[in-house]
């Protein structure tokens, strides 16, 4: 025993407090266990775990207990291994041992059967303890730990409020439906776990479960927008990482008003009939297929009245237009050849209500001052093409 | 023995559990789907064919004449709302910012006679009053009074759900999700505007160049 103490401290001046603080509960968790514990302990002990694995090696009480250090010593080593979990893996063992201990001396003082139910509820933490260590996985760990953490939480709450009796018969009932529970997490760990647990030092009301919760999607957003914002892997502070989004945004949103720019510098150059005429050809083919014909219709003449007034608004510039016409057609109809899909789109339909509206407005103003719009109107569209050409070059 | 006693009270708790966390996890589905679809979405060629065709369309609409509004900066400004406007319709709806995008234009349109009413009325008490520092020191106290009161992360909280539209007064991790929605929607848009740019930029630059060989002639 003394050996197994003394390997104990070795390895708890290598961990943190955690375990130290744990380990010396140990000692005097185990010492007083070992007073009372018979070999029969173990094996009633894993009578409850019916979930459980039972360990094969918990046959004697001494070697129970060596074996439950050295359990534990595994789980110190593998906490290096797995970042997330280590101060509650370590937390829920030193709760553990608070718990035992506090347990252990309430036991002693009470009678036999709380003795053993006390024994029994060791074994169950030992045995949940053990199958923690053996899952190594982050999820079921944290899920498991949680649960010892709320376990203990109900169980210590339940020894601080009534008698020892009353207490360890609660606890015997509270165990066994851990265990149902245990049974459950471990049966459904992949199904999305949205029922949070209490963790070690952090209040069980439902404030505090509900802040939880909402700080973990936050958290999860934020993984989301760092897979987006470039350069945020590296800065690991929200506040930071808030900043290189505020950033990037801002980036973004200058660029799409640097470009905008650009286009519209751009734009009075182009004559945009070829456009119009392979939407044309276009919407001749699809006419059967739109439903709101007549709408498509009263859409279709803008197109034209608008070209037409931008031509005449700028009529310097369209004299140059007419050869671009064939290049314009080459070069914009094989990129963008699907202009279709918008006449198909139905939001585009919407929007074309919202923005034609004033659009026709000007349209005809215009036209009807310089008296033009009737013949436009009556041509079809070969003709109107031809018009548009005749009066470029006017 | 000790299951079948407890088996009852486990199971009517996880049903009402279950239930309750069926209707969580429909809810989180949802934001999830949004989420992980987003920006693969908006990362797709077809996106931004789509995106940049019914660009193009817009475009034509807008008035670029530069007589009656003024100079070449509100041109671009049209321009950049149209590009906006294109953006929302392309998203369908489905975001909250495009939604905002797609209604801030009728409102607009609705307000702005309301909010020339205002403005006059502000100069007229202005001028009554002789007070125009007044107003604007007010708001620069309660500003930076507000700024120094929040904590760093809850500025920048701030700041971000004013960039992002339509989510002024939203809680923050809509926000968050609708600012993963936004930068993948502004980054797929910078990429077609620019293509855009570029192509018309080539083919006018070739054009010109055809018609001043062919013009002499």
């Keep these: 025993m003394n050996s197994g103490l003394l390997e104990m401290l070795h390895y708890s001046q290598n961990n943190e407090m955690g375990i130290t603080y744990f380990n010396e509960n140990e000692q005097f968790g185990l010492g007083g266990a070992f007073m009372a514990l018979n070999s029969d302990q173990g094996p009633s002990g894993l009578l409850l775990n019916g979930a459980m694995k039972p360990e094969p090696c918990l046959e004697n009480g001494w070697s129970d207990d060596f074996r439950r250090i050295l359990s534990y010593e595994n789980v110190s080593s593998t906490i290096p291994r797995t970042l997330s979990c280590p101060p509650d893996v370590e937390a829920p063992m030193a709760e553990a041992v608070v718990g035992k201990g506090k347990e252990v001396v309430s036991s002693f003082s009470s009678s036999a059967t709380g003795r053993e139910s006390s024994k029994k509820r060791k074994a169950d933490k030992t045995q949940h303890l053990k199958v923690v260590a053996e899952e190594k996985t982050e999820e079921k760990k944290m899920k498991v730990c949680e649960e010892e953490e709320s376990k203990i939480t109900e169980q210590n709450s339940n020894t601080k409020s009534t008698t020892t009796t009353a207490t360890n018969s609660k606890n015997t009932k509270g165990g066994s439906a851990n265990t149902k529970e245990n049974s459950k997490v471990s049966e459904a760990p992949k199904a999305d776990y949205i029922h949070v647990r209490a963790r070690r030092g952090q209040a069980t009301d439902s404030h505090s479960l509900a802040e939880r919760v909402r700080r973990e999607k936050i958290s999860e957003r934020m993984k989301f927008l760092q897979d987006l914002v470039p350069g945020c892997n590296k800065i690991t502070g929200k506040a930071g990482m808030l900043d290189e989004i505020i950033n990037y945004v801002q980036s973004l949103q200058r660029q799409v008003e640097f470009l905008s720019m650009k286009l519209a510098a751009i734009n009075p150059r182009l004559d945009f009939d070829d456009d119009n005429y392979l939407v044309k050809e276009d919407f001749l083919a699809c006419t059967s297929n739109i439903p709101p014909a007549p709408s498509e219709m009263v859409n279709h003449t803008h197109l034209q009245f608008n070209t037409l007034v931008q031509g005449v608004q700028g009529s310097s510039l369209n004299m140059v237009e007419n050869p671009m016409e064939g290049m314009l057609r080459r070069t914009i109809s094989a990129p963008i050849s699907i202009p279709h899909t918008f006449l198909d789109s139905s939001n585009l339909n919407q929007i074309q209500h919202l923005t034609w509206e004033d659009e026709l407005q000007n349209i005809y103003s215009t036209e009807y001052q310089q008296g033009r719009s009737t013949s436009f109107i009556s041509q079809p569209f070969s003709g109107l093409f031809e018009a548009n050409q005749v009066k470029m070059e006017m | ?217």
């Design chain 2, 1 to 217: 023995m000790m299951s079948s006693l407890l088996s009852p009270n486990p199971a009517v708790n996880s049903d009402r559990s279950s239930t309750r966390r069926k209707k969580k996890k429909k809810i989180q589905n949802q934001a999830e789907n949004l989420e992980n679809n987003s920006a693969i979405q908006w990362k797709s060629d077809a996106q931004q064919q789509i995106y940049s065709s019914k660009l193009l369309y817009a475009l034509q609409q807008v008035r670029l004449s530069s007589g009656s509004s003024g100079a070449q900066a509100s041109a671009s400004k049209r321009v950049r709302d149209a590009a906006y406007r294109v953006l929302a319709a392309t998203a369908k709806g489905r975001s909250r910012w495009s939604r905002a995008i797609l209604t801030n234009r009728l409102k607009l349109k609705f307000m702005k006679k309301n909010n020339i009413a205002k403005r006059q009325r502000n100069v007229m008490t202005v001028i009554a009053t002789g007070n125009s520092r007044v107003q604007k020191k007010a708001k620069v106290n309660v500003l930076r009074l507000k700024s120094k009161c929040l904590p760093a992360f809850q500025r920048k909280a701030r700041v971000l759900s004013r960039l992002v539209p339509g989510c002024r007064k939203q809680p923050l991790p809509v926000v968050l999700e609708e600012a993963t929605d936004y930068i993948a929607a502004l980054e797929m848009q910078v990429r077609a505007m620019s293509a855009l740019a570029e192509l018309l930029s080539v083919s006018a630059s070739s054009s010109n160049g055809s018609a001043m060989d062919i013009s002499p002639s």
